[in-house]
């Protein structure tokens, strides 16, 4: 794989800092993924109250191909583990609250005594200097702070977020990309890197055409009103959704002419010679009349013949049934403790596959007493460690990996 041979030691909870390291551990990265004695938040708490035979449906998203080390960074022997994995790391991510990694005896001036190639990655809410750097940050407060809440809704419908933790995994996403750069820097200058992220960056750069097009156009918040349906405030109609007699749409761009010929409707051919942008709203309800008049295969067949853009608002139980979704393997089923269930997979390819399921660490520790022998550990060392509560193993010792069924 594309990572072989890089160790990361991550040392992130939540999901901006785990989803980051699944992106390298699944390009073939040894992701060392260090957790409280305890187990990490995402092990205690999930979404929608799931657990998948008392694994948290949280955790299982954005830790695969990881293996797990449990470590009491507030003992003395459990931040000599810590300081051993991190001399032998090419990496080391953490997504604490600025200041909370130094406090734990693992400042920068530490780090590179440790490992002066080291490559230091860290995600926050709002990075590590500034007025806001110790506040907390969380997916819905930065969709909230960066304005896509507000730009997302309409005064009629009001301020409305995204249905998913997109900054949280956009963030985790611009994490990776940081840390792949400055390992190429590495490679050609032999130098490590500081690699920062935050959430509210990540937030800012999900709106970069929008916030573009809103300062250079000099426009002020009567630009967001629209019609209900339009999906932003910067397109011009028809972009947007659209009922049908069973079910929505959503058509993108195109020519007012070539729709109105597709769906052969005079009220549409009177208004093709309008402003789609200045009169979008009064064109949106328009085709908001004709394509509810039709059912969801019937439009999308007569959107079909003229190469018109468009597709259905699946459900998430359409995702499953989908050819397309099925030909890019997006979905990989898996068994975690004899119940069977499906992980979203890599999203890209490389040479034509997407990256396998190597291993997934269902316990705290599972896999403690192989990384404490590769860090040069004897068997009576570990024991010793595991007594006085330095690291802790998981309570099956023979658990090996976990692979895909």
Known sequence: MLLDGIRVVSFCHFLQGPAGAQYLADMGADVIKVEPIHGAHERRWSGADVFVEGVSGFYLCANRNKRSIGIDLKSEAGREVARRLIAGADVVMENF????????????????????????????????????????????????????????????????????????????????????????????????????????????????????????????????????????????????????????????LCEARTLAEALDNDDLRALAETDLYKDRDAYARCLRRVTAEHTRDQLGAMLDAADIWWAPVNLYEDLLDDPQVAHCEVFRRVSVRGRTIHLVNHPNRYDGCVPELRVLALEIGEHTHEILGELGYAPEDVARLLAEGGVVASRDTAVGERRAS
């Not at 080291?118 to 809410?125: C, E, K, R, V, Y």
């Not at 929008?210 to 209900?228: C, I, P, Q, S, W």
């Not at 349906?229 to 929505?248: C, I, M, Q």
């Open 97 to 252: 609250r600025p200041g909370v990694f130094a406090r734990l005896g693992f400042d920068d001036d530490t780090l590179r005594a440790l490992n002066p190639k080291l490559i230091l990655a860290s995600a926050s809410g709002f990075g590590s200097s500034g007025p806001m750097a110790g506040k907390p940050g969380q997916d819905l407060l930065m969709q909230a702070r960066s304005g896509l809440v507000a730009v997302t809704g309409t005064p009629e419908i009001g301020p409305t977020p995204a249905g998913a933790a997109i900054v949280d995994q956009h963030g985790g996403a611009l994490l990776a990309m940081g840390i792949l750069g400055a390992l190429v820097r590495r490679l050609r200058d032999g130098i490590g890197t500081r690699v920062e992220a935050s959430l509210l960056n990540a937030a800012l750069d999900l709106q970069g055409e929008a916030l573009v097009n809103y300062f250079a156009g000099g426009k002020d918040a009567k630009a967001l009103e629209r019609e209900r349906g339009l999906a932003t405030w910067f397109h011009a109609a028809p972009y947007g959704v659209y009922p049908t007699r069973d079910a929505h749409v959503v058509i993108s």
